[in-house]
């Protein structure tokens, strides 16, 4: 249980220091956690690292740490988990998972910042307006979300790879060996 600690840290920590926007790992941390953990323990992974990094945020900036959006943002995290999941056995996957994520991420973001209804009309062309204005930020969320995921896979298959050389049959206690098997990214 020490990987999901680790990438709620690094989470924390990551969106709370200064970044691009939307270039943070949580997303990543989805494909990495769908891909190696069981699927809830995935999913309580991201749902963390979000909570607690809004509540430092908005002590930090004084705003609202949830608010009706943060259901569809947090929908977008438990996507990716999910879509990491199903393509964890495929080659590719890993990078498949963190743009089909992002592109699900924006898409169901950026529907939340519509339907709550303060800044764009309902209407089909304030849904066309919310979706053009958001374009700018989804370079973030695709680059960053591709690039945490090569770090955040290549790191734990290397180390997984070290401790399971080192520690033999323990070191199954600290990775899943299985996991060392499935493609990379």
């Known amino acids: 249980m020490i990987l999901p600690l680790l990438l709620i840290a690094l989470c924390v920590v ?8 939307n270039f943070a790992p949580v997303g990543a ?25 809004n509540v430092i945020l908005a002590r930090l900036h004084g705003y609202e740490a949830f608010g009706w959006v943060s259901l569809f943002v947090y929908g977008g995290f438990v996507a990716q988990v999910v879509i990491a ?8 996957g890993a ?8 592109v699900t991420f924006f898409l169901l973001s950026n529907l939340g910042v519509w339907a709550a209804g ?10 066309w307006a919310c979706f053009l204005a ?7 969320t695709l680059a960053g979300d591709v690039l945490w995921t090569v770090v955040l896979v290549g790191a734990h ?4 790879q070290r401790i399971a050389a ?15 098997e499935r493609p990379a990214l």
């Open 14 to 21: 990551l969106r709370i220091l200064p970044h691009p926007p």
């Open 29 to 53: 941390a989805g494909v990495l956690g769908g891909r190696t953990l069981r699927l809830p323990v995935a999913i309580v992974t991201v749902v963390a690292s979000m909570a607690i990094s």
């Open 85 to 92: 999941r199903a393509l964890r056995r495929v080659r590719g």
């Open 95 to 102: 990078i498949g998972a963190a743009v089909l994520g992002a």
């Open 118 to 127: 303060t800044l764009y009309p309902p209407t089909a062309a304030g849904l």
């Open 134 to 140: 958001a374009v700018p930020f989804f370079a973030g």
């Open 157 to 160: 298959r290397a180390i997984g």
């Open 166 to 180: 080192r520690a033999g049959a323990r070191g199954a206690r600290w990775v899943d060996p299985a996991t060392l």
